[in-house]
């Protein structure tokens, strides 16, 4: 089996997914009931239809197999401390940290550490991801009470993943120079003399 399991620039999109659906019943689901024995399963004849929500998640981002097989290990050691196995977007965003996209944890604490140590001034983001949920965040921190806000950013952050994965997350803008004008200007007034 190839290690490749989702590429978007494969025309045969139907044999994509059948892979994905084929990894994720083979592998995904049977570790799943052996990580969360006290969930409650009923994939009792239901095993495909399951197979293929968490594949349609995974389809178009660019997911290796060594990127889900990474997933199930985090799966794992969060079923320590987690009743229920990771829901097929939950698993996704798995996938996604095992690919390279930061955690929302990661995130929220460059975020955290830019507004304490540059307040004020332009900041150097270390990824698109965490710029963009920045801006997508920081004005509500000041209105919404820390939980709220927290909520707020994972559904940001889940929301950001997606474009994440599919390559379409826009880059950091280009900081505009910012020349302030020269001091005789404050005493020449507007310019609409």
């Known amino acids: 089996m190839s290690n490749q399991i989702s590429t978007i620039h494969n025309p045969d999109k139907r044999q994509d997914n059948d892979v994905l659906v084929k990894v994720v019943s083979n592998e995904v689901l049977p570790a799943f009931k052996a990580y ?7 994939w009792r004849g239901n095993l495909m239809m399951f197979a293929n929500e968490y594949a349609k998640q ?57 507004r304490i140590k540059n307040y004020g001034e332009n900041k150097e983001w270390s990824e698109p ?7 997508q965040i920081a004005g509500a ?8 806000w927290q909520k707020m950013a994972k559904n940001r952050y889940t929301e950001l993943a997606e474009i994440y994965g599919k390559g379409e997350l826009s880059p950091i803008p280009l900081k505009i120079e910012y020349n302030a004008p020269p001091a005789y200007l404050k005493y020449a007034g507007n310019g609409h003399g």
């Open 36 to 42: 969360y024995p006290s969930s409650d399963f009923s």
């Open 58 to 114: 995974l389809y178009g981002m660019n997911i290796l197999v060594v990127h889900v097989r990474a997933a199930l290990e985090s799966a794992r050691l969060r079923s320590a401390t987690e009743r229920h196995p990771p829901n097929p977007i939950e698993f996704k965003v798995l996938c996604l940290h095992a690919r390279g996209m930061p955690t929302l944890e990661q995130c929220m604490s460059e975020i955290n550490e830019q």
């Open 129 to 135: 991801l965490v710029y963009w949920l920045n801006q």
């Open 141 to 148: 921190r000041a209105t919404l009470a820390d939980n709220s």
